[in-house]
């Protein structure tokens, strides 16, 4: 089944957010014979999701959505103050910035970035952590350094999610 990138980002928003609201299942006050104290009197709902690289469909359409995702981000951002957005890996940035010749673009997400509205992490992309020696970790990391060295970054956050775990060791 073909998924357009737009109807795979916004179709679940609205029922996961009301699904983990529980739709006015939360009182107004607080239970018979309770002081109130530590009252939970706002819950905020932040949908996250991420892509896995060539897992839910092959890495040349995978960038295309990676170019419209940041796209719209960019646009979010600057229309919605509040908007924030992550960039999961370096990977992603590098498949934008292929795909985008525009310097205006570029200029305007490098603008969100310095203003923190924009965030991007050091990982390459997502690794399977048991694999990881001391030194693959290294250089899983050394693409960051091009973006910290030549758009004056401090990365100093890095995502490995959804991926087979660290042993022990």
């Known amino acids: 089944m073909e ?6 980002r916004a179709g679940w928003v609205l029922p996961l957010a009301l699904a983990l609201l529980g739709a006015g299942s939360c009182p ?8 109130g104290r530590g009252e939970i009197r706002t819950v905020y709902v932040i949908p996250l999701s991420h892509l896995d690289i060539g897992f839910n469909t092959s890495v040349p359409e995978l960038r295309a959505w990676e170019k419209a995702y940041l796209d719209d981000a960019i646009d979010y951002a600057e229309e919605y103050p509040a908007y924030r957005w992550t960039v999961e890996s370096v990977w992603q940035l590098d498949q934008w910035l292929e795909q985008t010749p525009d310097p205006a673009a570029v200029a305007r997400l490098r ?3 310095d203003q923190g509205r924009i965030e991007v992490t050091a990982g390459y992309a ?16 050394y693409p960051a350094r091009r973006y910290e060295a030549e758009w004056g970054l401090d990365l100093d956050t890095a995502i490995s999610d959804d991926l087979p775990g660290s042993s022990w060791a």
């Open 126 to 141: 997502g690794m399977h952590q048991g694999l990881l020696g001391a030194e693959t970790f290294n250089r899983f990391l």
């Open 111 to 113: 603008g969100l970035i």
């Open 28 to 35: 107004a006050s607080p239970p018979a014979g309770k002081t």
């Open 3 to 8: 998924m357009s990138a737009k109807r795979f």
